[in-house]
């Protein structure tokens, strides 16, 4: 079955490190997206990318970077980490269409020290 | 005043009641609005869309009212397995970059 994983689940990182978050999905979906969730707030777009080589800023998108070299894959990069990054990480795919569907990912728990 | 606006709740309510979730949204423009339910520490998941004449897909119906942008949810007969948080999503510029998450209304059904 066509599914979307996240590694690692959980993460404790200290203040200044590089963290890669990896987002894979098998749905040969075009459009991949990274969301924050923190209490208080719904779901934040970080950054998206609706294909090969195409990523886009999102809402909360300083301090972090994305990279999309094959469909499967978006991983999510924080540069130089801060306390204000901790927090659960979504990954999500969908095909093209605006009203279509969201698949998530199970989520990655950040938290930085 | 914020994009999408849920009630937080909790909605604490017995088993077999009746229960309506209500949404705001501010962007006039919106395109496509829907309701996704995420169970405690677990990832979203689309309930259902929410189309302008109104669906309803077994015990949950979602209304759209356009001209008040409003967006609604009923479940009928909860059950024990219903409570979850009920996130209302607005797609404000026609594209899947343009997705906008309400923070969610908590629900609980008891037995």
């Known amino acids: 079955d066509a599914e979307i994983t996240q590694s690692p689940r959980h993460k404790i990182t200290e203040t200044g490190r590089q963290v890669t978050l990896a987002c894979h999905q098998t749905?040969?979906?075009?459009?991949m997206f990274w969301y924050r969730q923190d209490l208080g707030h719904g779901l934040r777009l970080i950054h998206y990318s609706y294909g090969v080589q195409d990523t886009n800023k999102g809402e909360v998108s300083d301090g972090y970077s994305v990279s999309r070299s094959n469909t499967e894959d978006l991983p999510l990069t924080l540069e130089s980490a801060a306390s204000s990054q901790t927090s659960v990480y979504f990954c999500a795919s969908s095909e093209s269409l605006a009203n279509n569907e969201q698949f998530f990912g199970p989520g990655t728990r950040l938290t930085v020290l | 005043r914020k994009e999408v606006e849920q009630d937080p709740g909790p909605f604490n309510v017995p088993e077999g009641a009746t229960v309506a979730f209500n949404c705001t949204y501010s962007n006039s423009a919106s395109q496509s609005f829907f309701w996704y339910r995420q169970d405690c520490r677990k990832e979203p998941k689309l309930l259902m869309s929410v189309y302008s004449s109104g669906n309803e897909d077994g015990r949950f119906t979602a209304q759209l009212n356009r001209a008040s942008q409003y967006i609604s949810l009923l479940i009928r007969d909860s059950k024990l397995s219903d409570s979850a948080t009920y996130l209302c999503?607005?797609?404000?510029?026609?594209?899947?970059?343009?997705?906008?998450f309400g923070k969610g209304t908590k629900l609980s059904v008891k037995p």
């Open positions: 749905w040969n979906h075009n459009n």
């Open positions: 999503v607005v797609n404000v510029g026609g594209s899947q970059g343009n997705l906008i």
